[in-house]
C-alpha cells in the first residue's frame, strides 16, 4: 500500500512536531469559544463508560462513537483520529498523561482531525474492525489502537502506543499527507477496507471432524508449548484460556497425555506465580516473563471466570487441593470486591495507583518484614521475598516451588503448610487493605457477566455451595431485568443506573449459556426458556444465511459488518453460539438446534483447522458437537434424561445417577427383546467387575404387545471401589453410558456420552 511510504518518513525523519502556519485557523469560532469555557473532551462526561470519562477533561476535543463525530469529520473533510482503549489499560493511561493532557499535542489534533475516542469494553464491534485494521497495516495490535480514518470510516494508517514527540510527528505528516495527496490515501483506505471486508465475508470449504483432525489441531497448539514453565509462546505471556479449555477436552475425551501434561503444567505455574494474587485472590490479566513471576496488574472480570472454571474443571479432574483453593479464592474475591451493588459484576481493577503501575500489589522487603513480625523469614523464603526484589528493587509475590516440596523441607504436612501459609496473606491482606484503593471499573458488561455466572453455577455445583449459585442468580436477574436478556432489545451494558448500547451476538450467546448453565444447576425451566430466547434472536437477527455463521452486530456500525471468529477475551462469538446450539440440542426437543450447530460447525471447520491456536474455543465446540459433550454432569434424550456421576466420600464408590422426565423411560440392562438397546456402562469398552443395576420394572406400553424391561423416574447404577478401569492410573476417570430414550409414542436416537467421574468424594 502506498501509505506505508508514510511510515518509513515518520519513523526516518527527526522533525519538530509544532504546529504549521494555517491549522490553527481551521478551527472555528465557535469550537475556540467552547474551548475557552470548558474542556475539549466535554463531549464525553455523560457518557457511559468510565473510560471515555476519563479522558472528559483533556483539551483534545473528542468525540464519542456517532454521527455527530461522522458528520463533522465529512463536513470539513478531515480524517478521523481514532481511539480504541478500555479505562485499566496502563499504556492507555501513559498515553493520556503523554499527548491527550499535552496543550501542544491536543492543538494539533484539534486542528487537523476529528478526534473519537472508543471504549472497547463496550464497542466489541468497533474494536474488533480498527483491531484488524491495525494488525493489517502496522502487522502488530494491541491496545491504545490509534487508527486514522477517511470521513467514511474507513482506515489508512495505525498503530498503537507512541511517545508524544513521535506522535506529534505522525499526526503532523498525517495531516499534510492528506492535504497533499488525499485522494492516494482515500484509495489505500480503500483497499484496507475492502480487505477487511473479504476477511469478514471469507468462506471455507467444511473439514470432516475425524481423530486425526483433532489430533492435528493438538500437536498445531502443543508445538508452542513451554515445556518449562507452561502456557504458549514466550513472554509476555497471557494465560490463553480458550487453548487450556481445549487441551482439558482432548485429555479428558482421548486420554491424551501430553495434553493432559500441559494443562496441568500450564495451572500448576500459573497457581504458583506472580499473576495469582495470592494474598486478595484473583488473577491479573498476563505476565511479563515467561515464569509467571511478574504480572501486568490490572485484573479482568473475564480472566477471573474462564481460569476460575478451567481450575474447577481441574479439581474435577485430579481432585488436587490446589486447583480448589485457587478457584474458591478467585470466585470469593469477585463476590467481595468485583460485586457492584445492584448485584452485577464490574469489568476491571486498575493496574496502577497515582501514576504508578503495581505498587498496590508489590512489596519492599521492610514493608513485608513488618507486616509478619515473627513470621517473615519463613514466608521470605516460601514467596521468593528478599531485599534485592523480582522487580524494579521490589517484590512480586510467588510460591517457589510445589506446596508439597516446600512443606516437607519445613517438616510440615501439606495441610498445616496450607494452615500457616494462609495465616501469613491474612497479616499481608490487613497490610495491603491500608493502601490507596485501586480505580475499580464498576461497568457491567453483558458477556462477561454471563461468563461469571456461567462459572458461578458450575462451581456451585462442584463445590456444593449455595453462595455462588445465589451470585449467579442474582447477576442473571440484573442482566434480564436491566438489559432485557433472552429479547431482541437486550443492552450490551449498565453503568450508573445508565443501560445502553445494541448487544452484540456475543453477548446474546453468553446470555444463553449462562442460562443453561442455571438450568443445569437448578433444573429450572425459566432459564432453559432464556438460553432458548438467545438462541433465537441470534437467529433472526444475526446470522448470515450464505455462510452458516453469525455476524457480531446485527447492522453495520461501521464501513464493515464483522464477525467474531477468533477468541478474544471470551471465545469467539461464533464459537460461543456453536456452544449454545449444541447444548441446547441435548436439552431441548426442537430438531432446529441440531441444524443450526451442522451448518455453524461446517462454516467454522475449515477456519478452525488453519488457525488452531487463535481459534481454540471453536474447536472445543465443534468436538463437542460432533462428539457430545464430556461432563460429570450432561443431558440425553433431548433433555428427558439427565445424568450425573459422583463417588462418595465414605467408601469412593462411584454412583451414576439417572433422571428421566416423567412420560419417559429406557430400556433396562437386560431388555426383553432382543431388537431393544440396553442401558450399559462400560469403562475402556468393558463392564467394570461389580457394577450393578437396578431392578427394573416391568411394563407393557401401546406400541409393544409384550411387557418390557424398563427404568423410570431415579435410576442408580453403581460401581464398588476398587473399579476396572475407573480411577487407574494417570488416566481421567471415564464411563461410556450408552441408551435410548423413549416415550409411550417415541424412542429417540439410541446415544453414546462420555461421564467424567469427579477425582475428589462428595455425598
Same mark, same amino acid.
Given at each position: ?289 515467561? /515464569? ?74 521492610? /514493608? ?263 461432563? %460429570? ?104 453410558? %450408552? ?25
Amino acid at each position: 500500500m502506498r501509505f506505508l511510504l508514510l511510515i518509513v518518513l515518520v519513523m526516518a525523519i527527526a522533525a519538530s512536531a509544532a504546529v504549521q502556519p494555517g491549522w490553527a485557523q481551521q478551527t472555528t469560532a465557535a469550537t475556540a469559544a467552547v474551548q475557552s469555557q470548558r474542556p475539549g473532551g466535554y463531549r464525553l462526561a455523560a457518557e457511559a463508560s468510565p473510560y471515555l470519562r476519563q479522558h472528559a477533561g483533556n483539551p483534545v476535543e473528542w468525540f464519542p462513537w456517532g454521527e455527530e463525530a461522522f458528520a463533522r469529520a465529512r463536513k470539513e473533510n478531515k480524517p478521523i483520529f481514532l481511539s480504541v482503549g478500555y479505562s485499566t489499560c496502563y499504556w492507555c493511561h501513559v498515553m493520556k498523561r503523554e499527548s491527550f493532557e499535552n496543550e501542544a499535542v491536543a492543538k494539533l489534533l484539534n486542528a487537523t482531525v476529528i478526534a473519537i475516542k472508543v471504549d472497547r469494553e463496550r464497542r466489541p464491534d468497533v474494536d474488533a474492525t480498527y483491531m484488524l485494521a491495525t494488525e493489517l497495516i502496522a502487522q502488530s495490535g494491541g491496545w491504545p489502537n490509534s487508527v486514522f480514518l477517511t470521513p467514511e470510516l474507513k482506515p489508512f494508517f495505525a498503530l498503537t502506543y507512541a511517545p508524544a514527540e513521535q506522535f506529534s510527528e505522525i499526526v503532523g505528516r498525517v495531516a499534510s499527507t492528506w492535504r497533499s495527496e488525499e485522494a492516494a490515501l482515500r484509495a489505500d483506505a480503500d483497499r484496507v477496507a475492502g480487505l477487511i471486508g473479504r476477511i469478514n465475508k471469507r468462506k471455507q470449504t467444511a473439514v470432516e471432524i475425524t481423530p486425526q483432525f483433532m489430533t492435528r489441531a493438538t500437536l498445531a497448539i502443543l508445538s508452542g508449548f513451554d515445556v518449562f514453565h507452561g502456557g504458549i509462546g514466550t513472554a509476555p505471556k497471557f494465560p490463553r484460556e480458550h487453548v487450556l479449555a481445549y487441551l482439558y477436552m482432548r485429555a479428558v475425551r482421548s486420554g491424551d497425555p501430553l495434553a493432559r501434561e500441559a494443562f496441568e503444567l500450564t495451572l500448576d505455574n500459573i497457581v504458583r506465580g506472580g499473576i495469582h494474587d495470592h494474598v486478595g485472590g484473583g488473577f491479573h490479566r498476563y505476565a511479563v516473563d515467561n /515464569d509467571w513471576a511478574v504480572p501486568h496488574f490490572e485484573k479482568m472480570l473475564y480472566n477471573q471466570a474462564l481460569i476460575g472454571r478451567l481450575l474447577v474443571k481441574a479439581y474435577e479432574l485430579t481432585g488436587k487441593r490446589q486447583y480448589a483453593d485457587a478457584a474458591r479464592s478467585a470466585l470469593d474475591f469477585v463476590l467481595s470486591d468485583m460485586t457492584t451493588a445492584e448485584g452485577g459484576f464490574a469489568s476491571a481493577f486498575d493496574a496502577e495507583t497515582d501514576g504508578k503501575e503495581g505498587i498496590y500489589y508489590l512489596w519492599s522487603k521492610a /514493608d513485608f518484614d513488618a507486616a509478619l513480625g515473627g513470621e517473615a523469614e519463613f514466608a521470605a523464603k516460601v514467596l521468593g521475598v528478599s531485599e534485592k526484589g523480582n522487580h524494579e528493587g521490589v517484590n512480586t509475590l510467588r510460591l517457589i516451588a510445589p506446596v508439597a516440596e516446600m512443606a516437607a523441607a519445613s517438616g510440615l504436612d501439606v495441610a498445616g503448610f496450607n494452615d500457616r501459609l494462609e495465616g501469613i496473606f491474612g497479616k499481608l491482606r490487613e497490610a495491603r487493605v491500608k493502601r490507596p484503593k485501586l480505580l475499580r471499573d464498576d461497568k457491567v458488561i453483558a458477556d462477561w457477566n454471563a461468563a461469571m455466572i456461567l462459572t458461578l453455577a458450575e462451581a456451585s455445583a462442584v463445590f456444593d455451595e449455595p453462595r455462588y449459585l445465589a451470585a449467579a442468580e442474582t447477576a442473571m436477574g440484573l442482566l434480564t431485568g436491566k438489559l432485557g436478556a433472552g429479547t431482541a432489545a437486550m443492552k450490551r451494558s449498565h453503568f450508573e443506573q445508565v443501560t445502553g448500547l445494541e448487544a452484540t451476538q456475543a453477548d446474546h450467546a453468553g446470555v444463553g449459556l449462562a442460562a443453561l448453565a442455571l438450568h443445569d444447576a437448578t433444573g429450572e425451566k425459566r432459564w432453559l426458556e432464556l438460553a432458548s430466547g438467545s438462541a433465537k434472536v441470534l437467529i433472526e437477527r444475526f446470522a448470515d444465511a450464505a455462510t452458516g455463521d453469525f455476524y457480531l452486530t446485527a447492522e453495520a456500525t461501521s464501513f464493515v459488518r464483522s464477525k467474531q471468529y477468533d477468541d478474544g477475551d471470551l471465545s469467539g462469538g461464533n464459537a460461543a453460539a456453536l456452544e449454545l446450539f449444541t447444548k441446547l440440542s441435548r436439552r431441548d426437543p426442537d430438531p432446529g438446534w441440531n441444524h443450526a450447530a451442522d451448518a455453524l460447525s461446517a462454516a467454522l471447520s475449515g477456519l478452525a483447522q488453519r488457525t488452531p491456536v487463535a481459534m481454540a474455543g471453536s474447536l472445543v465446540a465443534i468436538d463437542n458437537h460432533a462428539n457430545g459433550d464430556v461432563a %460429570s454432569r450432561l443431558w440425553l434424550g433431548k433433555g428427558a434424561v439427565r445424568v450425573a456421576a459422583r463417588r462418595d466420600s465414605a467408601n469412593r464408590t462411584v454412583r451414576v445417577e439417572l433422571d428421566l422426565a416423567p412420560g419417559w423411560h429406557i430400556n433396562s440392562r437386560t431388555p426383553s427383546e432382543e431388537f431393544l438397546v440396553p442401558t450399559i456402562l462400560t469403562a475402556d469398552g468393558r463392564e467394570p467387575a461389580g457394577i450393578t443395576y437396578p431392578q427394573a420394572m416391568t411394563r407393557k406400553l401401546g406400541f409393544h404387545d409384550t411387557a418390557l424391561q424398563l427404568y423410570e423416574g431415579r435410576v442408580t447404577i453403581e460401581l464398588p471401589p476398587p473399579a476396572a478401569g475407573v480411577g487407574s492410573g494417570d488416566a481421567p476417570d471415564r464411563l461410556t453410558l %450408552s441408551l435410548q430414550a423413549c416415550s409411550d409414542s417415541i424412542c429417540l436416537q439410541p446415544e453414546t456420552a462420555e461421564i467424567i467421574v469427579p477425582a475428589h468424594p462428595r455425598d
